[in-house]
């Protein structure tokens, strides 16, 4: 017998036992549970409360000794759907917590000047901050390119990046160091809303740069890779002056 969907349901491996034991024996005492089960005379007591408690197992007491019945398997099903309906009501429970919650983050967001974030995770929740506050018609610049321990695990992270941002309607301007043209900027270039150049050769960092609406991004690349989130509208105002003059300096390769 297929026993996932039952884990799958929330049953243990004992519970398992235990019930399918109930199943084939019919009611019972807890002694030939714990032969057809296999769950040792200690642990089976619990089991079959818990049991109990989900409404899978039912008992009666004849002459002071208590005899175990599996219910009917359609229940199930029944526990099924009430295990849905209490997801459902913790999911819109979290829900509200979640508007309460993004409140007092971006009250706190405004107080703070810089965050780091660590390693593909923190590069790739630092990127997803462009998505949440920019706009259709936005453009972000991004700004030199470094080589990471994690290239081959982010292509399909920048893909799916770069779809979601063309659905927003933002554009995106790359400045690579010439070395970089393959992959990176081949790559950047066929993403749609995007324009690509390249700093003079030998160039060669170990830093990128991203800038957008009031914030500056430094992704940092040697020895470990972390991102540093600076949230200044001058700060960002000043960058991208940079970006534009190097910007214009730059080559359409």
Not at 191 to 214: C, F, N, Q
Request: hydrophobic content about 35%; charged content about 25%; glycine content about 8%.
């Amino acid at each position: 017998m297929e026993l996932e969907p039952l884990r799958k349901l929330g049953l243990t491996e004992g519970e398992i036992k235990v019930y399918l034991a109930l199943i084939r024996l019919g009611e019972t005492t807890s002694g030939p549970v714990v032969d057809e089960s296999g769950i040792s005379v200690s642990k089976v007591y619990a089991i079959l409360e818990r049991l109990a408690k989900k409404g899978l197992v039912s008992h009666i007491v004849k002459q002071k000794t208590k005899h175990f019945k599996a219910a009917d398997p359609q229940r199930l099903l029944v526990y099924l759907q009430e295990k849905e309906a209490d997801l459902k009501q913790q999911e819109d429970t979290l829900k509200n917590m979640i508007v309460s919650l993004k409140a007092e983050h971006q009250t706190a967001i405004t107080t703070e000047t810089a965050q780091i974030y660590e390693g593909l995770k923190g590069i790739q929740t630092a990127r997803e901050r462009t998505l949440q506050i920019m706009k259709k018609g936005d453009e972000i610049w991004i700004m030199g390119v470094a080589k990471s321990p994690y290239e081959g695990m982010m292509t399909p992270y920048f893909r799916d990046y770069h779809r979601r941002r063309y659905e927003k309607g933002i554009f995106c301007r790359y400045l690579y160091n010439a070395y970089a043209k393959d992959p990176y900027g081949k790559a950047s270039a066929s993403y749609p809303l995007s324009k690509v150049r390249y700093m003079p050769k030998g160039l060669i960092t170990h830093a990128w740069l991203e800038i957008y609406a009031d914030t500056v991004t430094i992704g940092i690349n040697k020895g470990r890779s972390f991102s540093v989130v600076i949230q200044n509208q001058e700060v960002a105002n000043s960058f991208k002056t940079y970006a534009k003059l190097l910007w214009g300096m730059g080559k359409v390769v």
